[in-house]
């Protein structure tokens, strides 16, 4: 038996297929697979070459059970929206979608366990007693993503441009920024963001910039950091309050993986409401595959 799963997040996706028992065989990943972002066609696009590529290196293309966590989706997805993702790309009769944080809570393998997610974008989630999903955050770079290194960056990127503008308050993230974007002065700073407009993974780049200067003493960006890790910390607090309980909380992500300095900051703001936090043992997307091993069991 194969298992395939599926973890398409908002700037890329990674796959992991494996035998029977979850041993894994081959890892891959590929573009992003978010309809929103991408639009369906592309979403289904870049899943075919990811496919392609696994079967190019594994000689695999069917499956027994698939699961696809996505970031475009806040629960399980209904039969059309699966459908119209999956048909004729997929060699597999047991498909389920569902989002990027119900793989992630059967990544975490605990009770009581919420998972908060920080990387490009952001979101925290937990299952209740009746095992429904139950989310908090996850709107997007427009109307959320608190905490994410999106918004860190692009608020560390606001005001060193008001730092190189003598607008605001002085601050190392100016020359950071330069260096960053390659601009000799704050005048070509226009052009590089704007013409093209950066995406959002570009811009999160910045986002271990602010985190290094924050860490080192610059006032202003520790101002950032705290703010942005502030308001994440409100979307768990209020997920706590949801669920009538205290949860064990796994982090996730880039912003939260690759600083200690910003673990411990998180850790201090949520110790009143939840028994105790980590980072998440197992990657999201190992979590498809154990969802993607249920399916063929409950089928027994």
């Known amino acids: 038996m194969y298992f395939l799963g599926i973890d398409g997040g908002g700037t890329k996706t990674t796959c992991l297929v494996s035998d029977e028992n979850l041993n894994i065989i081959f890892r891959s990943v590929g573009s992003s697979i978010n309809f929103y972002s991408e639009g369906l066609e592309g979403a289904r696009k870049n899943m075919k070459d990811i496919l392609l590529g696994i079967e190019k290196n594994t000689g695999i293309s069917r499956f027994d059970a698939v699961c696809i966590g996505s970031s475009a989706l806040f629960a399980r997805a209904d039969e059309?929206?699966?459908?119209?993702?999956?048909?004729?790309?997929?060699?597999?009769?047991?498909?389920?979608?569902?989002s990027d944080l119900f793989i992630a809570l059967k990544a975490a393998e605990r009770k009581n366990c919420a998972v908060v997610i920080s990387g490009t974008g952001s979101m925290t989630a937990a299952?209740?007693?009746?095992?429904?999903?139950?989310?908090?955050?996850?709107?997007?770079?427009?109307?959320?993503?608190?905490?994410?290194g999106y918004r860190i960056a692009l608020d560390g990127i606001r005001e060193a441009v008001r730092s190189l503008d003598e607008t605001g308050e002085k601050t190392v993230l100016g020359e950071?920024?330069?260096?960053?974007?390659?601009?000799?002065?704050?005048?070509?700073?226009?052009?590089?963001?704007?013409?093209?407009?950066?995406?959002?993974?570009e811009i999160a780049a910045?986002?271990?910039y602010v985190i290094s200067a924050a860490e080192n003493g610059d006032s202003v960006a520790l101002c950032v950091v705290s703010y942005q890790l502030k308001l994440l910390s409100e979307t768990l607090r209020a997920l706590s309050v949801s669920l009538g309980e205290k949860p064990f909380a796994a982090l996730f992500g880039g912003v939260f993986q690759n600083s200690s300095f910003v673990r411990d900051?998180?850790?201090?703001?949520i110790?009143?409401?939840?028994?105790?936090?980590?980072?998440?043992?197992?990657?999201?997307?190992f979590g498809?595959?154990?969802?993607?091993?249920?399916?063929?069991?409950?089928?027994?």
Request: aromatic residues 10%.
């Open 80 to 98: 059309k929206t699966r459908a119209s993702f999956c048909d004729g790309i997929f060699d597999c009769g047991n498909i389920i979608m569902d």
């Open 206 to 208: 910045f986002a271990p």
């Open 288 to 300: 498809a595959l154990i969802a993607a091993k249920e399916l063929t069991e409950n089928d027994n």
């Open 265 to 269: 900051k998180f850790s201090e703001l």
């Open 127 to 148: 299952a209740d007693k009746d095992g429904n999903i139950i989310t908090k955050g996850g709107f997007g770079f427009i109307l959320g993503d608190e905490g994410s």
């Open 176 to 201: 950071a920024l330069l260096g960053f974007s390659g601009a000799s002065s704050k005048e070509e700073l226009v052009d590089i963001f704007y013409s093209p407009e950066k995406s959002r993974k």
């Open 271 to 285: 110790k009143d409401f939840t028994s105790g936090c980590e980072i998440l043992k197992n990657e999201p997307v």
